[in-house]
């Protein structure tokens, strides 16, 4: 093989911890698409929303619907 042991080991860590981030994000995304959910459920305004969280208003109306 052309890379050695320890390369190998190094890059298979750096997968895992990359993995991991991926995962966490999923997750993160997945629990503030619900807190918009439920803020609009409650009567939330789009447009602020969107400014707490970064996104335009019709962002927040595609999580609404639940469109990713």
Same mark, same amino acid.
């Given at each position: 093989?052309?890379?050695?042991d320890?390369d #190998?080991?190094?890059l298979?860590?750096l997968?895992? #911890?990359v993995?991991?981030?991926?995962?966490?994000l999923d997750?993160?995304s997945a =629990? #503030?698409?619900?807190a918009?959910r439920?803020?609009? =459920?409650?009567?939330?305004k789009p447009?602020e929303l969107?400014?707490?969280?970064?996104?335009?208003r019709e962002?927040v109306?595609?999580?609404?619907?639940?469109?990713r």
């Amino acid at each position: 093989d052309m890379i050695s042991d320890q390369d #190998r080991a190094y890059l298979e860590q750096l997968a895992t #911890r990359v993995d991991t981030a991926v995962g966490e994000l999923d997750q993160a995304s997945a =629990d #503030r698409d619900e807190a918009i959910r439920l803020a609009l =459920d409650a009567g939330g305004k789009p447009t602020e929303l969107g400014r707490i969280f970064g996104l335009s208003r019709e962002r927040v109306y595609q999580i609404k619907a639940g469109r990713r």
